[in-house]
């Protein structure tokens, strides 16, 4: 991919009305933030399994560089399994568009307590629409975080010391 400058890039956001927080208004927050002049279209669908579509009817009528699919996964055992069905979706779209769609799923088990979950879904909407501009931007600038234990949604992980040599 071509380098762009961040601040032309176009970003789609499909969001859906089933999660409990507004993630487009972070996505669209940071993006405005960091990469000023980016343009953003949203759309937004009732649930996770309406995003692949939402994000493929978005990219027709607007052409953006990247997309972004935000949505909620609920608690109960049927939306885990609703969550990979519409996790798959995605994955299809992608292919079909030839383009990246970053997921962002948060699932409602996920947080200790509202707070927490609240949190999880503004660190991890937050950080994907930065991804999601230096997909469509510079991708290569990601390959400075290679094998660093980033994370979306919680304290990074960090990177794994080398394990020590056993002797013979």
Do not use: W
């Not at 052409?63 to 909620?72: E, N």
């Not at 055992?77 to 994955?91: L, N, R, T, W, Y």
């Not at 030839?98 to 503004?122: M, P, T, W």
């Amino acid at each position: 991919m071509k380098r762009r400058n961040a601040a032309s890039v176009k970003i789609g956001i499909v969001d859906t009305m089933f999660a409990r927080v507004d993630m487009a208004s972070f996505a669209i927050d940071e993006i405005q933030k960091k990469f000023p002049g980016a343009k953003i279209v949203r759309s937004t669908v009732p649930g996770v399994k309406d995003l692949a579509i939402g994000c493929v009817l978005l990219d027709e009528k607007e052409k953006p560089d990247a997309l972004l699919a935000l949505g909620m996964v609920g608690g109960a055992k049927i939306d885990a399994q609703c969550g990979h069905e519409a996790s798959i979706g995605i994955q299809i779209a992608k292919l079909r568009l030839k383009k990246h769609i970053v997921e962002v799923f948060v699932h409602e088990r996920e947080g200790a307590d509202e707070a927490d979950l609240y949190s999880i879904f503004e660190d991890r909407t937050r950080k994907h629409a930065v991804n999601a501009v230096l997909l469509a931007s510079n991708p290569s600038e990601l390959s400075k975080f290679a094998g660093r234990g980033k994370r979306q949604g919680r304290a990074d992980a960090g990177q794994m010391a080398p394990a020590p040599k056993k002797s013979r």
